[in-house]
């Protein structure tokens, strides 16, 4: 051991190797930095790393060949042993390092960017036959989400400015091209939780985060930012801002160009010119939007408060932002939104829905005149038309709307047009949404209604596995799962699937009317077993709309006719009527003839009609107590795309 040792210190073997592992150690934070600036992939860094590692090995046997006392030739053997450590280091490259890995980070993060990356190819064509909307691809480096800014205030009501600032922020960095940007309904839902950087990043997926704070004592704010790398919470950037609170808004702008810079994301005037017009100019206005927003989800999903009156309350909010700001287009969006309810609810006076008709038209057009985004603004006038009395042009208007590329989230008008088709359009669609706002929950409804409505029952199945993944919760029975797989002739598990539920609410109701029919359960039996179904709990107030769709499964046209009508002749009756198609999954679930306003309103419009039956139905009741298992929907008979 001692003569080893001398020969170590003859050599100066330690010496070598110290000097390279402090030559390797500054090597890697430079290639960090310089990486980091010019955006190289993370694979250039790991290959260079791995091939430092191979060189230390290499320089050992060089050290012990070529110390100062040392040969100052090299041998055969030197050179063999030499080539032997660099084949070997080769093979560990080439195996470890030869192809980028696959991470399963997040079944969501799936598609390409939808902020410039190409449309998705159509997922299906036909029912039973339907691949997976998505397919999980790596983190994309130029990726952010921004979390809402916590409010460090003393008055918790600063919370409403805090989270203003955080979704501006959003917006500016959204209209940065080539720049992947998750939506707000998403990132906000960290608000509050202790959870780490690395999971935030897998669940949203992103490979940045953009945190900080706010503080505001009067007029004036301090707001600090940062941005930091998810996969490891790494800070890349850090800036504090002392402003008064009429000039924070302009931090905005300077956060996003900082940002931007960081991510190695060039901007040109274009791109700031659409940053700064896709900002709020007024501090109060996006204040009393924020207090909106908040009335807004509350009225959609908290118990104990009416839909409507909920939505009414937001309104108020929503008129003060626009008072303020006449071009707040995610205002008006929103705002939208109580009159389309009003439209679909029972018990309303002519006189009412009229009014929500002519609400509903003037704040969907004012949402479009003054949206930045050419696909927002699309979407939102092709669903003013459906609520219109004039439908010319409406299928090209639907088309353009459904094809313009971008991740803007549709409100109603996606169910309301798959009565018509277009369901690999609408889904294309979903799917992208979904890569911005991987935790948008509307935004997989949508999904699922409409494969429903079109005939994809695969398509609804691999969506709500989506759902179940996303919530992390596993999977939960529901409707729109009975009626998907009885769909594909698995009668037996929708009827557990119904069975394992609470029975409650009109989707529940339609479900087993759509299962009893499949099965030739006795109209008159089935709908007395039905009375015990506690119809009233829906949010939805639509009652009017499963009558008639109650009435068409049951076999009885007379009365289908009779409430098809009814509805016909209420304002924005087109659109009622596209809903009973879309519920019932039956073909044309009234006469044409029985409906003259609908019909005059499809001969001016270019859509199609007949809709198919999704369901094949039997034609007689079972006899002696068997069951009938309908065979499923063919392409034939489902393909509208």
């Given at each position: 051991m001692t003569e080893f040792i001398a020969r170590l210190k003859e050599r100066k073997l330690v010496q070598w190797a110290l000097a390279y592992v402090a030559f390797a150690f500054a090597l890697i934070q430079v290639l960090d930095v310089v990486a980091q600036r010019f955006g190289w992939p993370d694979q250039v860094e790991k290959l260079l790393i791995l091939a430092l590692a191979v060189g230390f090995f290499v320089v050992l046997v060089l050290a012990w060949y070529h110390g100062d006392q040392g040969r100052q030739r090299a041998s055969g053997t030197e050179l063999l042993l030499v080539a032997l450590v660099l084949a070997v280091g080769g093979g560990f490259l080439w195996k470890f390092a030869g192809a980028p890995p696959s991470r399963d980070v997040t079944a969501l993060s799936a598609t390409p960017a939808a902020q410039g990356a190409p449309e998705l190819a159509p997922t299906a064509t036909a029912a039973g036959n339907s691949v997976p909307a998505s397919t999980v691809t790596a983190i994309p480096a130029k990726s952010i989400a921004v979390l809402p800014l916590e409010n460090l205030s003393d008055d918790k009501d600063n919370v409403f400015f805090s989270d203003g600032l955080s979704e501006e922020?959003?917006?500016?960095?959204?209209?940065?091209?080539?720049?992947?940007?998750?939506?707000?309904?998403s990132s906000f839902q960290f608000k509050g939780k202790d959870v780490d950087s690395r999971t935030i990043g897998a669940r949203l997926g992103v490979a940045n985060l953009l945190e900080g704070?706010?503080?505001?004592?009067?007029?004036?704010?301090?707001?600090?930012?940062?941005?930091?790398?998810?996969?490891?919470?790494?800070?890349l950037w850090s800036q504090t801002y002392d402003r008064t609170v009429k000039d924070s808004l302009a931090v905005q702008l300077d956060i996003a160009e900082q940002v931007?810079?960081?991510?190695?994301?060039?901007?040109?005037d274009k791109q700031r010119a659409r940053m700064r017009a896709a900002g709020v100019k007024n501090v109060d206005a996006f204040i009393a939007y924020q207090k909106g927003?908040?009335?807004?989800?509350?009225?959609?999903?908290?118990?104990?408060?009416?839909?409507?009156?909920?939505?009414?309350?937001?309104?108020?909010?929503?008129?003060?932002?626009?008072?303020?700001?006449?071009?707040?287009?995610?205002?008006?969006?929103?705002?939208?939104d109580l009159y389309e309810h009003t439209l679909m609810a029972d018990g309303r006076s002519h006189a009412e829905l009229l009014d929500a008709q002519r609400a509903a038209l003037h704040t969907l057009e004012r949402a479009a005149d003054t949206s930045p985004d050419p696909q927002q603004r699309d979407l939102a006038l092709a669903?003013?038309?459906?609520?219109?009395?004039?439908?010319?042009?409406?299928?090209?208007?639907?088309?353009?709307?459904?094809?313009?590329?971008?991740?803007?989230?549709?409100?109603?008008?996606?169910?309301?047009?798959?009565?018509?088709?277009y369901g690999d359009l609408i889904e294309n669609l979903g799917a992208r949404v979904?890569?911005?706002?991987?935790?948008?929950?509307?935004?997989?409804?949508?999904?699922?209604?409409?494969?429903?409505?079109?005939?994809?029952?695969?398509r609804v199945l691999d969506v709500l596995a989506l759902v179940a993944k996303a919530s992390g919760s596993g999977p939960m029975p529901t409707a729109s799962e009975a009626i998907a797989l009885t769909m594909l002739g698995r009668i037996g598990e929708a009827q557990t699937t119904l069975a394992s539920m609470e029975p409650r609410g009109d989707a529940y109701y339609i479900a087993q009317l759509i299962v009893g029919r499949a099965t030739g359960e006795d109209p008159v039996k089935l709908l007395a077993s039905l009375q015990r179904v506690d119809r009233k709990s829906s949010k939805l107030q639509t009652g009017d709309i499963t009558d008639a769709v109650?009435?068409?499964?049951?076999?009885?046209?007379?009365?289908?006719?009779?409430?098809?009508?009814?509805l016909d002749a209420r304002p924005a009756g087109g659109l009622l009527l596209a809903l009973v198609v879309t519920e019932c999954q039956c073909g044309a679930p009234f006469d044409l003839d029985a409906t003259p306003y609908f019909k005059a309103l499809l001969a001016e419009s270019g859509l199609r009609w007949p809709p198919p039956q999704t369901i094949k139905y039997p034609v007689r009741a079972p006899e002696n107590g068997a069951t009938l298992t309908p065979a499923p929907a063919t392409a034939k008979d489902t393909a509208r795309d």
């Amino acid at each position: 051991m001692t003569e080893f040792i001398a020969r170590l210190k003859e050599r100066k073997l330690v010496q070598w190797a110290l000097a390279y592992v402090a030559f390797a150690f500054a090597l890697i934070q430079v290639l960090d930095v310089v990486a980091q600036r010019f955006g190289w992939p993370d694979q250039v860094e790991k290959l260079l790393i791995l091939a430092l590692a191979v060189g230390f090995f290499v320089v050992l046997v060089l050290a012990w060949y070529h110390g100062d006392q040392g040969r100052q030739r090299a041998s055969g053997t030197e050179l063999l042993l030499v080539a032997l450590v660099l084949a070997v280091g080769g093979g560990f490259l080439w195996k470890f390092a030869g192809a980028p890995p696959s991470r399963d980070v997040t079944a969501l993060s799936a598609t390409p960017a939808a902020q410039g990356a190409p449309e998705l190819a159509p997922t299906a064509t036909a029912a039973g036959n339907s691949v997976p909307a998505s397919t999980v691809t790596a983190i994309p480096a130029k990726s952010i989400a921004v979390l809402p800014l916590e409010n460090l205030s003393d008055d918790k009501d600063n919370v409403f400015f805090s989270d203003g600032l955080s979704e501006e922020i959003l917006n500016s960095l959204a209209r940065i091209d080539g720049l992947r940007v998750i939506g707000r309904t998403s990132s906000f839902q960290f608000k509050g939780k202790d959870v780490d950087s690395r999971t935030i990043g897998a669940r949203l997926g992103v490979a940045n985060l953009l945190e900080g704070s706010v503080r505001r004592e009067g007029e004036r704010a301090r707001v600090t930012a940062q941005l930091i790398r998810a996969a490891d919470g790494t800070q890349l950037w850090s800036q504090t801002y002392d402003r008064t609170v009429k000039d924070s808004l302009a931090v905005q702008l300077d956060i996003a160009e900082q940002v931007a810079g960081v991510l190695n994301v060039v901007l040109d005037d274009k791109q700031r010119a659409r940053m700064r017009a896709a900002g709020v100019k007024n501090v109060d206005a996006f204040i009393a939007y924020q207090k909106g927003w908040k009335l807004y989800i509350e009225a959609h999903f908290k118990t104990g408060i009416e839909l409507i009156d909920g939505l009414r309350q937001a309104n108020v909010e929503f008129d003060k932002a626009i008072a303020l700001d006449p071009n707040f287009s995610f205002a008006y969006f929103a705002e939208a939104d109580l009159y389309e309810h009003t439209l679909m609810a029972d018990g309303r006076s002519h006189a009412e829905l009229l009014d929500a008709q002519r609400a509903a038209l003037h704040t969907l057009e004012r949402a479009a005149d003054t949206s930045p985004d050419p696909q927002q603004r699309d979407l939102a006038l092709a669903e003013r038309q459906l609520l219109s009395d004039d439908w010319h042009g409406l299928a090209d208007r639907i088309e353009t709307a459904l094809k313009q590329p971008g991740c803007s989230a549709p409100n109603w008008m996606p169910v309301f047009a798959s009565a018509f088709g277009y369901g690999d359009l609408i889904e294309n669609l979903g799917a992208r949404v979904n890569v911005c706002d991987p935790l948008n929950g509307i935004n997989y409804h949508t999904r699922v209604e409409v494969a429903l409505a079109t005939g994809h029952p695969q398509r609804v199945l691999d969506v709500l596995a989506l759902v179940a993944k996303a919530s992390g919760s596993g999977p939960m029975p529901t409707a729109s799962e009975a009626i998907a797989l009885t769909m594909l002739g698995r009668i037996g598990e929708a009827q557990t699937t119904l069975a394992s539920m609470e029975p409650r609410g009109d989707a529940y109701y339609i479900a087993q009317l759509i299962v009893g029919r499949a099965t030739g359960e006795d109209p008159v039996k089935l709908l007395a077993s039905l009375q015990r179904v506690d119809r009233k709990s829906s949010k939805l107030q639509t009652g009017d709309i499963t009558d008639a769709v109650e009435a068409s499964l049951s076999g009885d046209r007379a009365e289908a006719n009779r409430r098809a009508a009814a509805l016909d002749a209420r304002p924005a009756g087109g659109l009622l009527l596209a809903l009973v198609v879309t519920e019932c999954q039956c073909g044309a679930p009234f006469d044409l003839d029985a409906t003259p306003y609908f019909k005059a309103l499809l001969a001016e419009s270019g859509l199609r009609w007949p809709p198919p039956q999704t369901i094949k139905y039997p034609v007689r009741a079972p006899e002696n107590g068997a069951t009938l298992t309908p065979a499923p929907a063919t392409a034939k008979d489902t393909a509208r795309d």
